[in-house]
């Protein structure tokens, strides 16, 4: 029996709510995350919105005066994305989720599956339990709500996930999996974007069920030979696709300091904080090329500093040389204008540490 039982996890309003939780003056106001094109000053679009300004209309991808417009009379808070910040929170929640599972896949910046077949022995009342403790860990590590589904394969754990948000928890058992699918717009299907289900409506297919009985062979004109009958076996809950483990691009840490500093005087956060990359980067027989500082300020800026080596390194002693002078530098050319309160460092550009070893075994025997 090949039978399995996938998790997938995505977090509620992921930027939105990443900003509620560091300035919690905002919350209950519509937020808007803006990504801003810089031509004038309301060009750009919305890259997230709080559920807050959804209910008003506003929604990712659309025009920020768009937004503005719509939210005309109310209190809105409108941000810049600080990808920098969303992607700390991220890694350390992506380092807590997989933690439940050895297998496991993250898709996007707040978005994760795991494959939980063995350790749940195929029982969704285990698996349960297991999406509750992800839940409750999210909530205690970063006070942030998430959605998790759980489901035979990868397209239906989403799609429960995506049907009760936000703070969902929600299974689709075998026998539930057609009573859920049938009536669902076509939009809802991952694969099926604007262009796509506009054509199909066109050929008067509105709901997921009339998709997964249609013609295969007017599927395949319409849509090519690969994606209409695709999108067919979608339509019908079908999705081998393994929980794939992907190569880390990098590790990070981040501290909250116990006094706010203008010099480098936080050499025991520093020392931890290398000492556990070390660790992460030898556990994973890695190696990285770039070692990076962060600094977020008083006033809530995310500053970067980083240096690409000659070569790559994974010991504590060498990772703290080259952050420990990057952040005297950076403190340097701030000249103590402004004050850090969370530092951070960050390793990336990872190489394997075998494929390094093989070749340096290799060139001995030249
Ligand atoms: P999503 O998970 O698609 O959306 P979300 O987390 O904001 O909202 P929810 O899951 O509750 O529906 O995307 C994750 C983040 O990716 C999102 O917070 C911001 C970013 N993003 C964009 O920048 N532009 C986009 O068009 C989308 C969809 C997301
Ligand atoms: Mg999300
Ligand atoms: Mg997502």
Known sequence: MNERIIIAVDIDYFFAQC???????IQGKPVVI??????????????????VARALGVESGIPISAAKRRLSNTDAVFL?????????????????VHSFSEYFEQVSIDEAFLDVTNATHRDYESAIEIGRKIKDQIKDLEKLTCSVGIARNKLLA???ADSQKPDGLSVLHPDEISVFLDPLPIGKLP????KTEKRMKELGI????TLAHFDPGILADEFGRNLGPQLARLAQGLDDEPVREREPEQFSRIVTLKRDATSFNFENELRSMTGDISRRLRSSNSKCKVVGIIVITTNLKTKHRARTLD???DSEQEIFAVTSELFKSYFESENSKTQARRVGIRVSNLVSSERQESV???SEFF
């Open 19 to 25: 900003e509620e939780v560091r300035r919690p003056e």
């Open 191 to 194: 694969g099926v974007g604007p």
């Open 158 to 160: 989403k799609m429960a």
């Open 34 to 51: 803006c990504v801003y094109s810089g031509r004038t000053e309301l060009s750009g679009v919305v890259s997230t919105s709080n559920y």
């Open 206 to 209: 509105e709901t997921i069920s």
């Open 360 to 362: 340096s075994n290799l």
């Open 311 to 313: 070569v790559s390194i």
């Open 80 to 96: 810049s994305v600080d990808q920098e910040y969303y992607k700390l929170v991220s890694d350390r929640i992506m380092g807590a």
